[in-house]
């Protein structure tokens, strides 16, 4: 095997490292070109005349004096507030990731230790439930929320995201769960444990790659909704997605076109930042799978 990989032909690594690099390059250009755009004016990054203007900041320097500018980021921070959507956001997908992965942490080391048939069905059901697309689940809650006036107010959007992401955590951690012996749990309740401090204790500390993976994925789905917290939430309570849509304006209403740049930026840093801290859990959540114990 390692004779094979040795004579590995120059032409192929060339190749497959061409390959690799202009797909890195395609794939991270439009997030640079966005974070190069954010710092200059609207006249550059949007140039109809020549491109490159957005390169050199010609209509930038004219206005500004400086090739780059900062307008945008206190325009959409300080002057329309993106702070506050930052803030709400958080909040957001904090209760949900921590609500969706207690219940389908508890939920899916259930299932995945029951015997009987109806966990195969309950878990039919999620399915079901989460191919259910979240506009529906959305209409479904409005009513209720108008009645008991609840709409407007962060809980609702955690309330139906929970709802929403909650069959995709019971699925993917029962399914961790499953590759975890049985063995485990019986050695530690034969030590003296009970059920749940062998599950605390020994179960968690194992699969807590899946755990990380499962919340990252929650995560994202709180975090990039745009259609739930569009329609359950005031104005005043918007989350990032909906704040930077509002900055783009209707055809009655003229927008801020780089203000929703440079919070697209703001929005889009710190999901980089979070996949490189976690990457080496992501990869062993995703591939733990794999691996039977």
């Not at 050199?56 to 206190?74: D, P, R, S, V």
């Not at 080496?280 to 114990?293: D, N, Y």
Request: with cysteine; net charge neutral; glycine share 8%.
């Amino acid at each position: 095997m390692a004779a094979a990989s040795q004579r590995r032909s120059p032409v192929l690594v060339t190749m497959t490292l061409a390959f690799v690099g202009i797909w890195v390059i395609l794939a991270a250009f439009p997030f640079v070109w966005t974070v190069w755009g954010s710092f200059k004016v609207q006249a550059d990054f949007f140039s109809k005349a020549d491109w490159m203007n957005a390169v050199w900041g010609i209509a930038t320097t004219a206005e500004t004096g400086n090739a780059f500018t900062g307008a945008g980021y206190e325009g959409a921070w300080i002057e329309r507030e993106f702070w506050r959507a930052v803030l709400n956001t958080g909040i957001v997908v904090f209760f949900t990731v921590i609500i969706s992965l207690t219940f389908g942490t508890l939920g899916g080391y259930a299932l995945a230790r029951s015997g009987y048939r109806y966990a195969f069905w309950l878990l039919m059901i999620a399915l079901v439930f989460r191919a259910m697309p979240h506009i529906t689940l959305v209409s479904g809650y409005l009513l209720p929320f108008f009645q008991w006036n609840l709409w407007g107010h962060l809980p609702t959007s955690i309330i139906v995201l929970v709802a929403i992401n909650q069959p995709f955590t019971l699925w993917m951690l029962h399914s961790f769960f499953l590759n975890i012996p049985k063995d485990l749990d019986e050695s530690a309740m034969v030590d003296g444990c009970t059920r749940f401090q062998a599950f605390r204790h020994v179960i968690i500390p194992v699969m807590w790659p899946g755990v990380i993976t499962t919340g990252l994925f929650s995560f994202l789905l709180a975090y990039n909704d745009f259609a739930v917290t569009a329609m359950l939430l005031s104005q005043e309570n918007q989350t990032m997605v909906p704040k930077i849509a509002s900055f783009l304006g209707t055809t009655q209403v003229e927008g801020q076109v780089m203000y929703a740049v440079a919070a697209v930026v703001s929005a889009t840093a710190p999901l980089f930042v979070l996949i490189m801290f976690f990457q080496r859990q992501i990869v062993s959540g995703l591939t733990a799978g794999a691996v039977k114990g």
